[in-house]
C-alpha cells in the first residue's frame, strides 16, 4: 500500500526528474546546440554513479536521488561541465551519506 509520504516523495521525484532535463535542453540551445537522447542518459548516469556510493535504506536513496537530480540541475545552470558536476555529485552524495551514517550511529 502506497502511503501519502511515498506518494510526496515519488511526485517530488518526478518533478525533479524533469527538471534536469528542460534545464540541460535550455543550457545546450544557449550554446547553439541541442540535448539528445545521450545526454540526458548521461544524466542519468551520473546520478547513478554517484547513489553506487550510498549505502542506505531505500527510503532515504529516493531523498538521496531527489536532492542529487536537483544539485544537478543547479550545476548545470551555472555552467559546470560534465566532469565538473560529476566530480561535485560524488562529493555531494558522499557528504550526505557520512551525515546520514554519522545521524545513525547517534
Keep these: ?3 501519502h509520504h511515498s506518494r510526496l516523495n515519488m511526485g517530488a521525484t518526478r518533478a525533479s ?3 534536469t532535463p528542460v534545464i540541460l535542453s535550455l543550457r545546450m540551445q544557449s550554446q547553439g546546440k541541442i ?3 545521450e545526454h540526458l542518459e548521461a544524466e542519468i548516469q551520473l546520478i547513478n554513479e554517484a547513489l553506487n556510493y550510498a549505502k542506505l ?3 532515504d536513496c529516493i531523498k538521496l536521488r531527489l536532492k542529487l537530480e ?3 540541475a543547479i ?3 551555472n555552467g559546470l ?3 565538473e558536476r560529476k566530480q561535485t555529485i560524488q562529493a555531494y552524495a558522499n557528504d550526505l551519506c557520512t551525515a546520514s551514517l554519522q545521524k545513525q550511529a547517534a
Design 35 to 37: 540535448a539528445t537522447h
Design 17 to 19: 526528474s524533469l527538471l
Design 70 to 72: 536537483s544539485y544537478d
Design 81 to 83: 561541465n560534465y566532469q
Design 1 to 3: 500500500m502506497t502511503t
Design 57 to 59: 535504506n531505500p527510503n
Design 75 to 77: 550545476l548545470i545552470a
